[in-house]
C-alpha cells in the first residue's frame, strides 16, 4: 500500500506561483508513473500532470490548459512529488490531487490506484 499526503496549496493572487508537495510512504514510488490531478467545485476531477518512473527517465506529461506554466518533478531519493505552478489564473483553482501507481501516463483517475486527500490552490483575481 502506498500512502499519499499532498500539501502546499494556499491562498494566491493571479499570476503568482505555487509549489505543490506529495510526500509518499509504505514503500519506494522512484519507478512508479505518478500524476496530478485537480477538481473545482462542481466540475469532474480533470488531469493536470503525469511523470514517469526514474527507470524511463522521468518523462513528463502536461495537460495543454497547464503547458508552459506548470511542471511535474519528482525526488527518488525522499520519495516525492512536485507540482511547480507559475503564472497562476483563476481557472486554475480546485483541489490538486495526487496519485501513485499509474498505467502508461494516463489522464484518467481509473489509471491511477493510489490518492492523496487533496490540498486545496485558490487563485484570486
Known amino acids: 500500500q502506498v500512502q499519499l499526503v499532498e500539501s502546499g496549496g494556499g491562498l494566491v493572487q493571479a499570476g503568482g506561483s505555487l509549489r505543490l508537495s506529495c510526500a509518499a510512504s509504505?514503500?519506494?514510488?522512484?519507478?512508479?508513473?505518478m500524476a496530478w490531478f485537480r477538481q473545482a467545485p462542481g466540475k469532474e476531477r480533470e488531469f493536470v500532470a503525469a511523470?514517469?518512473?526514474?527507470?524511463?527517465?522521468?518523462?513528463?506529461f502536461l495537460a495543454d490548459s497547464v503547458k508552459g506554466r506548470f511542471a511535474i518533478s519528482r525526488d527518488g531519493m525522499k520519495n516525492m512529488l512536485y507540482l511547480q505552478m507559475d503564472s497562476l489564473k483563476p481557472e486554475d483553482t480546485g483541489v490538486y490531487y495526487c496519485?501513485?501507481?499509474?498505467?502508461?501516463?494516463?489522464?484518467?483517475?481509473?489509471?491511477?490506484?493510489?490518492w492523496g486527500q487533496g490540498t486545496q490552490v485558490t487563485v484570486s483575481s
Open positions: 509504505g514503500r519506494t514510488i522512484s519507478n512508479d508513473i
Open positions: 511523470i514517469s518512473g526514474v527507470w524511463s527517465s522521468g518523462n513528463t
Open positions: 496519485a501513485a501507481g499509474g498505467r502508461g501516463l494516463g489522464t484518467r483517475k481509473n489509471d491511477y490506484d493510489y
